[in-house]
């Protein structure tokens, strides 16, 4: 929907990880919670492969499964908007891949009226690469670093074959992540939100 909305400025941290990993975004503050969890994943890296809840104090919302009776309020149904001002929160979680355990610190920064929504959603700064898909959650991606960084680790080779021969924790493709956010604008922009 192209014309004047507010925006939301959101710094989003990978918990329990090193090197950091930091994105601050900024995203139309009436954009749906199933469409931030898009956002997210081309932010971080992830390849939007698990199942996702956000987590704003006791409330969540998610992809309802009707064979889960108290699971996570539809987040298709949800804006951002909405969510933080139904729990009265400025900052909330975001989890991702249950069985690995990713967590996520997501605070609403700045809120800025009267800006056009072309061009979002944007990467403002980032910090940190993404840890690999199915890698562990943070304990296995500790270990995936140390057999990644010693030649002399047992489990050195089958992570360089999985991932390639090198893998730089701190090397971030930000043309990447922009190109992805910038379809994800181009596709919405097409469709009411």
């Not at 956000?54 to 804006?79: E, Q, S, Y």
Request: net charge negative.
């Amino acid at each position: 929907m192209i014309g004047e909305v507010s925006v939301a400025r959101l710094k989003v941290v990978l918990d329990d990880v090193a090197p950091p990993v930091m994105r601050r975004i900024v995203v139309p503050l009436t954009i749906r919670l199933d469409r931030l969890h898009l956002v997210l994943q081309a932010a971080i890296g992830w390849t939007d492969s698990h199942v996702y809840e956000f987590r704003f104090g006791d409330t969540g919302f998610g992809i309802p499964d009707p064979d889960w009776v108290d699971g996570p309020l539809d987040a298709r149904k949800t804006t951002l908007r909405a969510a933080l001002l139904d729990t009265g929160r400025k900052s909330f979680r975001y989890l991702y891949d249950f069985g690995d355990g990713w967590e996520h610190s997501i605070k609403v920064e700045k809120i800025d009226a009267a800006i056009t929504d072309i061009g979002l959603p944007l990467l403002v700064a980032a910090t940190g690469r993404c840890p690999p898909e199915d890698v562990g959650g943070p304990p296995g991606y500790a270990e995936f670093l140390e057999a990644a960084n010693d030649p002399t680790h047992e489990q050195h080779e089958d992570v360089r074959r999985w991932v390639g021969a090198t893998f730089d924790p701190n090397l971030i493709d930000t043309a990447a992540i922009d190109q992805a956010l910038e379809a994800l604008g181009r596709r919405w922009s097409r469709r009411k939100t």
